[in-house]
T-cell receptor
Framework: GDSVTQMEGPVTLSEEAFLTINCTYT??????LFWYVQYPGEGLQLLLK?????DKGSNKGFEATYRKETTSFHLEKGSVQVSDSAVYFC???????????FGKGITLSVRP | NAGVMQNPRHLVRRRGQEARLRCSPM?????VYWYRQLPEEGLKFMVY????????ESGMPKERFSAEFPKEGPSILRIQQVVRGDSAAYFC????????????????FGPGTRLTVL
């Protein structure tokens, strides 16, 4: 079945540092890929998405590129802020109106 | 436009009691998904419903768990005879259901219900 693997955490960075969070997936066909963010005590919010190979999703300075050849969707940001401290989940969906399969999530803490 | 609402936000039950979790989707959304988040784990899909229909329940435990989304009112996730292993955060998400321009319907998540079983 479908699965998503995220790098182990937690991750602690200083403000303005470069961020990379790795995500790889296993799926049949051509899934859509997502990054969700969860702030303390809140539900998940969609951060960015990509629906086909080589698409780049971007939002709030975060980027991720759908790499079919490496089955990856790594999240990057050039300069993190304290307000980026949250839990980040990589996820996939096989198609419209389908369930999401999530990775375990990784906690990011950004120090001032 | 109000977001997805879930209540209660926190629920404490003793072993053997019943837990009822409610989810009101965003206005205009006819599709609801339930996910469970165990400690230190990602979210796991449980069930996908449209109004009055269960579309996919492949993630639901075979016993004690049930879900409904009636024509009127919120979606309900019901857990009978709760056990300590049911302690988790339960998230509901809704989507409009119609196919979007990029063929994906974003799921909007509620704040979750945190169930604690004593």
């Amino acid at each position: 079945g479908d699965s998503v693997t995220q790098m182990e955490g937690p991750v602690t960075l200083s403000e303005e540092a470069f961020l990379t969070i790795n995500c790889t997936y296993t799926a049949t066909g051509y899934p859509s890929l997502f990054w969700y963010v969860q702030y303390p005590g809140e539900g998940l919010q969609l951060l960015l998405k990509a629906t086909k190979a080589d698409d780049k999703g971007s939002n709030k300075g975060f980027e991720a590129t759908y790499r079919k050849e490496t089955t990856s969707f790594h999240l990057e940001k050039g300069s993190v802020q304290v307000s980026d401290s949250a839990v980040y989940f990589c996820a996939l969906s096989p198609g419209a109106n389908s369930k999401l399969t999530f990775g375990k999530g990784i906690t990011l803490s950004v120090r001032p | 436009n109000a977001g997805v609402m879930q209540n209660p936000r926190h629920l404490v039950r003793r072993r053997g009691q019943e837990a009822r979790l409610r989810c009101s989707p965003m206005k205009g959304h006819s599709h609801v998904y339930w996910y469970r988040q165990l400690p230190e784990e990602g979210l796991k899909f449980m069930v996908y419903l449209q109004k009055e229909n269960i579309i996919d329940e492949s993630g639901m435990p075979k016993e004690r768990f049930s879900a409904e989304f009636p024509k009127e009112g919120p979606s309900i996730l019901r857990i009978q005879q709760v056990v300590r292993g049911d302690s988790a955060a339960y998230f509901c998400a809704s989507s409009p259901g119609r196919r979007g321009r990029d063929s994906y319907n974003e799921q909007f998540f509620g704040p979750g219900t945190r169930l604690t079983v004593l």
